[in-house]
């Protein structure tokens, strides 16, 4: 399963939407376009929804590092929402855990930007 | 990446046919898929001229998978820690590390050309398995 991404806006923030697999190849790309051109358009508030990601691989894993830095290096802020039991153990197992502000509730994760 | 997806694929389907859980099948394919993307595109350098050879065995103890480019070759023992605080923000490095997280063996043997990495799941006793 290919991975498809829906844009939203919360309260001054985007959420992105991600369903299927993070993945080497048109996965990893799709997402960093995505963050790319969001933060090429001044956004400064991104939440990535994982809540329907089942997979994701050493390289999606690293998609994901980048896209925390570049929106770090451009003065904006990316979360991370809804991890999936698989994807959370990825990120322990890994330490990237310790890097992002990870959320479970949505209006949570809005309010903490 | 087709024969990524393909080798993947296959993993999983000798890991399901094995009687494995849901996880272990979930990290058996994750492995075999990490080290047929490293395969691919570090040791064949996404050449389509030079091939990868695959080959995956249940010999009713272990799952055996064997996977060989035809690269450079490659030391392991070289690769930086990803888990190393000055590490953990770059965008590459964790392959590796995941295949021996979550395979009971991993075995890197230099082919000239080439190298091949021999990944084993040990079994349970059929009567312990699910």
Same mark, same amino acid.
């Given at each position: 399963m290919a991975l498809t991404i829906a844009s939203r806006e919360v309260d001054g923030v985007t959420v992105l939407d991600l369903s299927g697999r993070i993945t080497l190849g048109e996965g990893s790309v799709q997402l960093r376009d995505a963050i790319r051109d969001l933060i090429g358009k001044g956004q400064k508030s991104i939440l990535l929804n @994982?809540? $329907?990601?089942?997979y994701i691989d050493s390289s999606g894993l690293g998609e994901l590092v980048s896209a925390y830095t570049t929106a770090k290096n451009q003065g904006a802020s990316l979360k991370l929402l809804k991890l999936t039991q698989k994807v959370h153990d990825l990120l322990q197992l890994t330490k990237l855990y310790t890097v992002f502000d990870i959320h479970d509730d949505e209006a949570k994760a809005i309010g903490s930007f | 990446m087709d024969s990524v997806n393909q080798v993947e694929a296959a993993a999983g389907q000798l890991a399901t046919d094995a009687g494995l859980s849901e996880d272990d099948c979930f990290h058996i394919t994750m492995a075999v898929r990490e080290a047929a993307i490293n395969a691919v @595109?570090?040791?064949?350098?996404? $050449?389509?001229?030079r091939q990868i050879d695959v080959t995956l065995e249940n010999t009713g103890s272990r799952l055996i998978f064997v996977i060989r480019d035809?690269?450079?070759?490659?030391?392991?023992? =070289?690769?930086?820690?990803? @888990?190393a605080p000055e590490n953990l @923000?770059?965008? =590459?490095?964790?392959g590796i590390f995941l295949i021996r997280s979550f395979m009971d063996e991993v075995n890197f043997r230099q082919l000239h050309p080439g190298t091949e990495l021999t990944m084993v799941k040990h079994l349970a006793p059929a009567e312990d398995r699910f």
């Open positions: @994982l809540g $329907d990601v089942n | @595109l570090h040791g064949n350098e996404y $050449d389509s001229a035809q690269g450079k070759g490659l030391d392991p023992d =070289t690769l930086p820690d990803p @888990l @923000l770059r965008g =590459t490095g964790r």
